[in-house]
C-alpha cells in the first residue's frame, strides 16, 4: 500500500507560479509512475502529467505543455510539479496518484490517489 500526500496548493495571480508535491509513504514508491490529475468544481476530474519510476519518460495533457513539469526525486519519494504561467482555468483540487507503470490520462488506471490540494488562481 502506497499513502500520498499532496501539498503545495494555495492562492495566486494569474500568470503566477506554484510548486505542488506529492510525498509517499508506504510501498517502495520509486517503482511507481506517478500522474497529477485535478478536478474544478462541476468538472470531471481530468488529467494533468505523469511521470514513470525512471523519470525518463512524462506525459503532459495539452493544457499545460510548456507552462508545467513534472519531475520526481526517488531518494525522497516525492513528485513534484512545477507550475508556471498559471490562469484562472487552473484553478481546482490537483491530486496526485500512482500506477504500475501507466502515465496515460485514464484515472482508472491508477491505484492509490492522495486527498488533493487546492489551486486558486485569481484573475
Known amino acids: 500500500q502506497v499513502q500520498l500526500v499532496e501539498s503545495g496548493g494555495g492562492l495566486v495571480q494569474a500568470g503566477g507560479s506554484l510548486r505542488l508535491s506529492c510525498a509517499a509513504s508506504?510501498?517502495?514508491?520509486?517503482?511507481?509512475?506517478v500522474a497529477w490529475f485535478r478536478q474544478a468544481p462541476g468538472k470531471e476530474r481530468e488529467f494533468v502529467a505523469a511521470?514513470?519510476?525512471?523519470?525518463?519518460?512524462?506525459r503532459y495533457a495539452d493544457s499545460v505543455k510548456g507552462r508545467f513539469t513534472i519531475s520526481r526525486d526517488n531518494a525522497k519519494n516525492t513528485v513534484n510539479v512545477q507550475m508556471n504561467s498559471l490562469q484562472p482555468e487552473d484553478t481546482a483540487v490537483y491530486y496526485c496518484?500512482?500506477?504500475?507503470?501507466?502515465?496515460?490520462?485514464?484515472?482508472?488506471?491508477?491505484?492509490?490517489w492522495g486527498q488533493g490540494t487546492q489551486v486558486t488562481v485569481s484573475s
Open positions: 496518484a500512482t500506477s504500475p507503470d501507466y502515465i496515460g490520462n485514464s484515472s482508472y488506471r491508477y491505484n492509490y
Open positions: 511521470i514513470r519510476w525512471t523519470g525518463s519518460s512524462t
Open positions: 508506504g510501498h517502495t514508491f520509486t517503482v511507481y509512475a
